[in-house]
C-alpha cells in the first residue's frame, strides 16, 4: 500500500471550529460552536445524547457541511467536503459503531479503499507487516489475518484505531469509545491514547462519562442543547461542576436512604441449569442459576454480547432453552411470553425501539398494548376508548412522560422518555419480577435518575428487579447482589458490598474465580 | 439394468453434464458478483433470453459467431446497467424489480423472435473442438475435453471470478460493499460504481449464457427458450455459498442430475417422463433446504445503500 504518513511527523498542529450553526429541519442541532483541538491534547466534547456532540463530529468529519461558521486547519480555513477529504487530511474518526466489514480479515479490512502497490493485485502481505509494526509500536498484538468478525469488541476497536493510523490519522475522533469495553480494556484504550498525546497527535474524546473525562482529557468543551456551555481545564474540575455544566441543574443521585435494606423474603424468581443454544451474534447459555428474592435488585454485569441479551429472552418466553428450568413464586415459568406475564413477570428488553414499542404507533396504543384485550382497555372485543384515555393520561402524568399529547407518535419522542412510556406500560401492571435491560442506555441523565428511582421504588415495594446493565457504575450505585456473565455463564454472584470494580471488570473480561483468588 | 451401466453410457452423461453446465454457469458466475456486492438480481432469467435472441439472430442473419456472442454480451449488460439503474439509483425493491426485469426480458425476446423470424430457425453454432492433449486422451477425452469455446470459456470464469474477488483491490471492493457499504463508503469505495459494475458485468455473462444456448449448444432460438436456467443459477449461488468454486460445484451436481434424467428418459426406465424431469428441480430445494449457508450471505444483500443512514 502506498506508504501513509504514519511513520512521519504529525502534520496537525491544531483545528479550530469557529461559530459552527448546524440546523436541521425543527431543530438547531449546533447553535454558534467554537472549540479548538491542539497537537498533544485530548480534548473531550461532553453532553447529554441530543446535545450536538454527534452532529459536530459529523461536520468535522465531512459527513455534514456546516450552515455556518467556518473550519480552521493549522489556522488555514478549509472545506471538510467528504469523509474521504477528512482522512487525506489527517483526520480519523474511530465510530461508536465500527466501520469494519466483518466477514474481511483485519488486513482487508486496512487495505480496503487504498492504492495496492501491485496495481490492482492485493499487497496484504505488504500491509499485514504494516499493521503488526504498527500495532506493536503501541504495545497491542494484532492478527492480520484474523476475520474480524471473529475478534472481541476489544479488540475490533484496536483495528478500527490501527486503520486510522495506517491511513496517516494525526487527529484522532473518538466517538464513546469506551461505551463497548471492560474496565480493563478501556485502561488499555487510555494507555494507547496517552501515547498517542505523547507523539503529539490531536485527540477529540466524545463522551459523556464524567470520570473518564476527568481521568484522561486536558481540556473540555461542554455542549447542552446544541450550545456551547464553556471549555474548560479538567485540572481542578470535579465530577459534580461537570455534570451541572452538562446538564444545568442539580441532579439528585439515588439517595442512601432509598437504597434502605428491604426485608428479604425467601426467592421470588429462581434459575437453575439454565442454557440454550447460541443467539444470532451472542453466545450460547450454559448452566446459568441465580435466585432473586422480593425486594431485591440483582445487576448482571458483563460486556455486551456475552449471553445477557440470551438470557432475558429465555427467561422472558421470546428464546428457547435447551435445559434448566425457571420458576417464579414457586410455580414454574413456562410457555410463551403472554403466559409469563400473567405470572407476573415484566420486561423492558434491551432494543427499545424494535422489542419494546411499535415506532409507528402513538404513545397511548404504546402504553395499552398487550393488555389491550383486557380491561380495563376493552369491553369485550371493543376497545373502551374512553378508557383507555383516562388511564393513558393518568399514566403519562404518574411516569412523566415528556409528550405533546397521548395521540403523538412515539417515534418522535426522546429516548429517554419512550423508555418512559415502556416503563409506565411495564410497572402499570404491577409485576412480582422485572428484567430491566440496559434500560438507561442511550438515555439523558435526567431520564436515567428517573428511571433508577422507578427501579428503587419497585424494590421498596418488594418486587424484585433483574437489571442488566453493561454501565457498571449504574449496577454499583442500584444492586443488592451482582452476578457477572462472561460468554453465557454466571462467573460468579457476590454482595454489592463485597464487590470492587477491579474484579468485577476481570471477570467480565473472562478471568476465572480461581485464578483471581491468589 | 446392468447393461445401463455401462463406461460408454457414463461418458455420455458426463459429456451432456459438461454441456448442460455451461449456461447456469455463465449466469450463475455473474449472479455471484453481483450478490458479493449486494445486489441481488431476479431478471438473470429475462437477460439470458434477451442474449438468446440477439446472439441467434446475429449469427442468423450475418452469420459470425463471434460477432453473436458480442451482441449477446452487449444486450445482457444493457439489461444489468437497467437493473442497476432501478435497484442502485432508485433502490427499488430488488425481488420485485428483478421479476420486472424478466417478464421484460421474456416479452421483449418474444415479441422480436415473432417480428424477425417468426417460426424456429436453426443455425450452425460453435463447433466442438478437443482440447490439445486432454482431447485426445480415450474415453474422457471426447467425454470432457470435447466441446465449443462458449463451453471452455465458461469454466474459465470460474477460476477468474474466483481471482478478482479474493485476489484484488477491486474484488476486496465488491466484497466490502456487499457485507458493510456504510464502512468500504466512509474508506472512499464508491459503493454505487462497484453495483453499477458487478450488475453490469452480472448482466453480460446472463446475455453470453443465454447465447450458449443458442448459438452453441442447440443452435436455435424459440420462445421462452431458457425454460428457468434463469431462476436455477440465482439458487446455485446461494447453494455455493456465494463462493465460484462453490457455486461451480453445484451447477455439476445440478447438471449431472440432469443429464442423468435426460438419459433416463432414453432409455425408457420405467419412470414418468414428467417425473423425472423434476429431478434435478426437487433436489435443488431439498438441497437448498438442508445446506444452511446463511453465514456466507454478504449482510448487505438486497439493502440499497443511503450514506449516513
Redesign the interface.
Known amino acids: 500500500m502506498v506508504a501513509a504518513a504514519q511513520q512521519a511527523a504529525p502534520t496537525i498542529s491544531s483545528l479550530e471550529l469557529f461559530n459552527i450553526t448546524k440546523r436541521f429541519p425543527g431543530v438547531v442541532a449546533n447553535n454558534r460552536v467554537s472549540f479548538e483541538v491542539r497537537a498533544g491534547e485530548v480534548h473531550a466534547l461532553l453532553g447529554e445524547n441530543g446535545a450536538g456532540k454527534s452532529t459536530l463530529m459529523k461536520i468535522i468529519y465531512g459527513?455534514y457541511q456546516p450552515d455556518d461558521g467556518q473550519i480552521l486547519l493549522n489556522g488555514q480555513p478549509v472545506t471538510i467536503s467528504s469523509?474521504?477529504d477528512a482522512?487525506a487530511r489527517g483526520i480519523g474518526?474511530i465510530?461508536q459503531h465500527?466501520?469494519?466489514?466483518?466477514?474481511?480479515t483485519v488486513a482487508?479490512?486496512v487495505?480496503?479503499?487504498?492504492?495496492?502497490s501491485r496495481g490492482?493485485?492485493?499487497d496484504l502481505d505488504v500491509v499485514a507487516a504494516k499493521v503488526e509494526r504498527l500495532a506493536a509500536s503501541y504495545g497491542l498484538r494484532v492478527d492480520p489475518r484474523a476475520e474480524v468478525s471473529r475478534l472481541s469488541v476489544g479488540e475490533q476497536q484496536r483495528v478500527e484505531i490501527i486503520k486510522a493510523l495506517y491511513r496517516g490519522a494525526d487527529l484522532l475522533v473518538l466517538d464513546e469509545p469506551t461505551a463497548v469495553l471492560t474496565p480493563q480494556e478501556a485502561d488499555d484504550l487510555f494507555r494507547m491514547l496517552r501515547q498517542m498525546r505523547e507523539e503529539g497527535r490531536a485527540l477529540i474524546f466524545i463522551s459523556h462519562k464524567l470520570r473518564e473525562v476527568l481521568a484522561l482529557c486536558d481540556r473540555v468543551t461542554v455542549l447542552r442543547d446544541g450550545r456551547q456551555v464553556g471549555t474548560f481545564p479538567t485540572a481542578g474540575m470535579s465530577r459534580g461542576e461537570l455534570a451541572r455544566l452538562m446538564v444545568g441543574r442539580e441532579i439528585a443521585a439515588p439517595h442512601a436512604e432509598d437504597r434502605a435494606p428491604v426485608p428479604v423474603g425467601p426467592p421470588l424468581l429462581q434459575v437453575r441449569g439454565l442454557s440454550s443454544s447460541a443467539g444470532a451474534g451472542g453466545p450460547a447459555l450454559r448452566e446459568v442459576s441465580f435466585e432473586l428474592s422480593p425486594g431485591e435488585i440483582l445487576g448482571l454485569a458483563g460486556v455486551s454480547g456475552n449471553g445477557q441479551r440470551e438470557l432475558a429472552d429465555v427467561i422472558a418466553g421470546l428464546r428457547p432453552s435447551s435445559a434448566g428450568e425457571i420458576s417464579l413464586g414457586g410455580a414454574p415459568l413456562v410457555g410463551g411470553p403472554g403466559e409469563r406475564m400473567a405470572a407476573g413477570l415484566s420486561y423492558i428488553p434491551e432494543e427499545r425501539m424494535r422489542d419494546g414499542a411499535i415506532m409507528d404507533f402513538s404513545v397511548e396504543e404504546n402504553l395499552i398494548l398487550r393488555d389491550h384485550t383486557r380491561p380495563p382497555y376493552a369491553r369485550g372485543p371493543f376497545l373502551d376508548t374512553a378508557r383507555v384515555s383516562t388511564v393513558c393520561r393518568e399514566l403519562i402524568t404518574r411516569f412523566a412522560v415528556k409528550t405533546p399529547g397521548p395521540q403523538t407518535p412515539i417515534k418522535s419522542l426522546s429516548g429517554g422518555n419512550i423508555q418512559k412510556v415502556i416503563m409506565a406500560r411495564e410497572l402499570a401492571r404491577e409485576p412480582r419480577v422485572l428484567i430491566a435491560a440496559q434500560p438507561t442506555r442511550g438515555v439523558d441523565i435526567g431520564a436515567t435518575a428517573y428511571i433508577h428511582r422507578l427501579l428503587l421504588d419497585m424494590r421498596a415495594r418488594g418486587g424484585a428487579v433483574l437489571l442488566i446493565s453493561e454501565d457498571l457504575d449504574e449496577i454499583l450505585a442500584l444492586a443488592d447482589r451482582i452476578a457477572v456473565i462472561h460468554d453465557g455463564e454466571i462467573a460468579a454472584i457476590m454482595p454489592r458490598a463485597e464487590a470492587d470494580p477491579e474484579r468485577i471488570g476481570l471477570l467480565m473480561a473472562g478471568a476465572s474465580t480461581e485464578s483471581l483468588s491468589h | 439394468m446392468e447393461q445401463l451401466l455401462t463406461i460408454g453410457t457414463l461418458l455420455g452423461v458426463l459429456h451432456s453434464m459438461i454441456r448442460l453446465a455451461t449456461p447456469y454457469l455463465y449466469a450463475a458466475i455473474g449472479e455471484t458478483l453481483g450478490q458479493r456486492s449486494g445486489l441481488l438480481n431476479l431478471g438473470v432469467e429475462g437477460m439470458m433470453l434477451m442474449g438468446a435472441y440477439v446472439g441467434f439472430y446475429v449469427v442468423f442473419t450475418t452469420g459470425s459467431l463471434l460477432g453473436g456472442v458480442l451482441a449477446a454480451a452487449l444486450a445482457g449488460a444493457l439489461l444489468g446497467l437497467m437493473m442497476a439503474l432501478v435497484s442502485v439509483t432508485f433502490r427499488a425493491e430488488q425481488g420485485i424489480s428483478g421479476i420486472g426485469m424478466y417478464l421484460f426480458g421474456l416479452g421483449l425476446s418474444s415479441l422480436l423472435f415473432k417480428l424477425t423470424l417468426g417460426t424456429v430457425q436453426s443455425v450452425s453454432g460453435f463447433p466442438e473442438v478437443p482440447l490439445p492433449l486432454l482431447g485426445s486422451i480415450p474415453g474422457i477425452g471426447p467425454s470432457l475435453f470435447t466441446h465449443s469455446v462458449m463451453v471452455y470459456a465458461a469454466f474459465a470464469l470460474v477460476p477468474l471470478a474466483a481471482y478478482v474477488l479474493n485476489r484484488t483491490t477491486w474484488g476486496l471492493n465488491i466484497r466490502a460493499v456487499g457485507d458493510n457499504p456504510q464502512a468500504a463508503d466512509a474508506l472512499g469505495v464508491p459503493v454505487a460504481a462497484v453495483r453499477y459494475a458487478t450488475a453490469t458485468i452480472g448482466g453480460l455473462l446472463a446475455g453470453v449464457g443465454g447465447a450458449s444456448l443458442s448459438i452453441s449448444a442447440l443452435n436455435i432460438f424459440q420462445e421462452n427458450l431458457t425454460g428457468g436456467i434463469g431462476f436455477i443459477a440465482v439458487a446455485l449461488v446461494y447453494f455455493g455459498g456465494w463462493r465460484p468454486v462453490g457455486v461451480l460445484l453445484g451447477v455439476l451436481l445440478f447438471s449431472f442430475v440432469s443429464a442423468l434424467q435426460l438419459w433416463l428418459q432414453v432409455t425408457g426406465v420405467g419412470l414418468p417422463s414428467d417425473l423425472a424431469v423434476m429431478l434435478p428441480y426437487l433436489l435443488t430445494i431439498l438441497a437448498l433446504a438442508v445446506s444452511n449457508r446463511r453465514a456466507g450471505q454478504p449482510s448487505a444483500l438486497t439493502k440499497p445503500f443511503t450514506r449516513g443512514a
Do not use: D, W, Y
Not at chain 1, 487495505?111 to 495496492?116: N, P, W
Open positions: 459527513l469523509p474521504q482522512i474518526m465510530h465500527f466501520m469494519l466489514v466483518p466477514s474481511l482487508e479490512n487495505a480496503l479503499g487504498l492504492k495496492s490492482m493485485r492485493l
